[in-house]
T-cell receptor
């Protein structure tokens, strides 16, 4: 079974530019999550999809961030325009979606975003 | 404010020693999970302990949970160099089936 894959692994952009991160969850996983870790700080929740619907987007920092999951398969996270404080590692995770509280998450390797 | 906070932030031990990491959280929870992250990789699930459990073992891992103190500990016995990683606790608050909330992590360094 292929794991969660994220692309690109690294992205270096200038302030004001646009970047799109992609996540391919494990096949059959209905739940897809985006998290972010800014240098040395906690891993912060951004949002949660159930299939193609946004279940919880309470962690999205502002309207410069747009997440989509068309068709309920892969997801994209677009940052437009990027600011310096957006730098960090963006993780995607997925889970089956059994509706229980004991589910574990499967994580991708993350995208290291550097905004200069 | 964050739900989970790990302590210490960094820990350096020699191979063969035991490593203990602690986690405190703020709200009532359904369960608590521990994850490991090797440098440049994603997080990997290690162990889950439910709110009605007090202790759980998995191989060289031992997790305890004290819901009265809202705290958990992760013990790695007979550590190996390969255990070098960051360790995070994650909680799922009662009443939610959605997101896990992570802390800042403990960076463990195991030297030969």
């Amino acid at each position: 079974e292929a794991g969660v894959t994220q692309f690109p692994s690294h992205s270096v952009i200038e302030k004001g530019q646009t970047v799109t991160l992609r996540c391919d969850p494990i096949s059959g996983h209905d739940n897809l999550y985006w998290y972010r870790r800014v240098m040395g700080k906690e891993i912060k929740f951004l949002l949660h999809f159930v299939k193609e619907s946004k279940q919880d987007e309470s962690g999205m920092p502002n309207n410069r961030f747009l997440a989509e999951r068309t068709g309920g398969t892969y997801s994209t996270l677009k940052v437009q325009p990027a600011e310096l404080e957006d730098s960090g590692v963006y993780f995607c995770a997925s889970s089956r979606g059994l509706g229980t509280s004991i589910e574990k998450l499967f994580f991708g390797s993350g995208t290291q975003l550097s905004v200069l | 404010s964050q739900q989970g906070e790990e302590d210490p932030q960094a820990l350096s031990i020699q191979e063969g020693e035991n490593a203990t990491m602690n986690c405190s959280y703020k709200t009532s929870i359904n369960n608590l999970q521990w994850y490991r992250q090797n440098s440049g990789r994603g997080l990997v699930h290690l162990i889950l302990i439910r709110s009605n459990e007090r202790e759980k073992h998995s191989g060289r891992l031992r997790v305890t949970l004290d819901t009265s103190k809202k705290s958990s500990s992760l013990l790695i016995t007979a550590s190996r160099a390969a255990d070098t990683a960051s360790y995070f606790c994650a909680t799922r608050p009662t009443g939610t089936a959605s997101k896990l909330t992570f802390g800042t992590g403990t960076r463990l360094q195991v030297t030969l």
